[in-house]
Nanobody
Framework: EVQLVESGGGLVQAGGSLRLSCAAS????????IGWFRQAPGKEREGVSC????????YYADSVKGRFTISRDNAKNTVYLQMNSLKPEDTAVYYC??????????????????WGQGTQVTVSS
């Protein structure tokens, strides 16, 4: 069974850090780019960051650039999102998603094959 499972969310004060993990099972992560998305209550889903299948290319939304870092460990079938200098506006459910290959990879959310169930991140002011 193909699965993406996010973990690492929680409650943190503004200025704090969290590291999210996205663990893949049932498929070979090496063949997939991974994106992180988030959705806050009453708002549309937003692309946060994505990383190519090899890890050589990364992309970030302007809202998180310089604060978030995406990385991957294909040997562990896991992708990470290190989130520093968190702000209350970062509060959302964070999802990871898998995109086969790299061609057309982006933060709009189109073309992703598998999605996780999400992990809640809450940043208090």
């Amino acid at each position: 069974e193909v699965q993406l499972v996010e973990s690492g969310g929680g409650l943190v004060q503004a200025g704090g850090s969290l590291r999210l993990s996205c663990a893949a099972s049932g498929f070979t992560l090496d063949d997939y780019a991974i994106g992180w998305f988030r959705q806050a209550p009453g708002k549309e889903r937003e692309g946060v960051s994505c990383i190519s299948s090899s890890g050589t290319s990364t992309y970030y939304a302007d809202s998180v650039k310089g604060r978030f870092t995406i990385s991957r460990d294909n040997a562990k079938n896991t992708v990470y999102l290190q989130m520093n200098s968190l702000k209350p506006e970062d509060t959302a459910v964070y999802y990871c998603a898998a995109f086969e290959g790299d061609y057309g990879l982006g933060l709009a959310g189109y073309g992703y094959d598998y999605w996780g169930q999400g992990t809640q991140v809450t940043v208090s002011s």
